[in-house]
């Protein structure tokens, strides 16, 4: 309602997903290819859930997802190794890393946006925020 994007909310009663960790994974492995794939990967992933009302707790979906993502020859992304980064975990040490700096800016609530600075500072924006108001953080 806030973004005025429409969003199918039967999801959160037809079939939720368990947890967001799978599909946090699957965006991690896409991404290692390309940060074209990993950004288009995430698009097609809140598509499935906030729009088709698909579960994106479920490797099927992860995996229907990444072959779509196939087709765009505008992207670099394999298919095949999706498929295997996904079997062998090896974005796992990239998830583990998002998750680390999350915890370690003590970040409960989404979304949150995280502006760094170049001399190493820090600044957060929690919660859905106007233009104006991202625009004075940034540039203070």
């Not at 998750?99 to 003590?106: D, G, I, K, R």
């Not at 979304?111 to 600044?123: D, E, R, S, Y």
Request: hydrophobic content about 40%.
């Amino acid at each position: 309602e806030v973004t005025g994007i429409k969003i199918q909310n039967d999801i959160w009663v037809k079939d939720p997903p368990a947890s967001s960790y799978p599909a946090c994974f699957a965006f991690k492995c896409a991404e290692s290819q390309s940060a074209d794939a990993g950004e288009k990967y995430l698009q097609f992933l809140r598509s499935a859930c906030m729009l088709e009302s698909k579960n994106v707790a479920k490797k099927d979906v992860l995996f229907e997802l990444a072959f779509e993502l196939a087709k765009d020859k505008k992207i670099k992304f394999n298919y095949t190794q999706f498929e295997r980064d996904m079997a062998n975990n090896r974005s796992l040490d990239a998830l583990r890393k998002d998750l680390n700096e999350t915890a370690s800016f003590h970040i409960t609530r989404f979304p949150t946006l995280v502006i760094k600075t170049q001399a190493g500072n820090a600044k957060l924006i929690t919660g859905y925020s106007k233009y104006e108001r991202l625009r004075r953080v940034i540039t203070s």
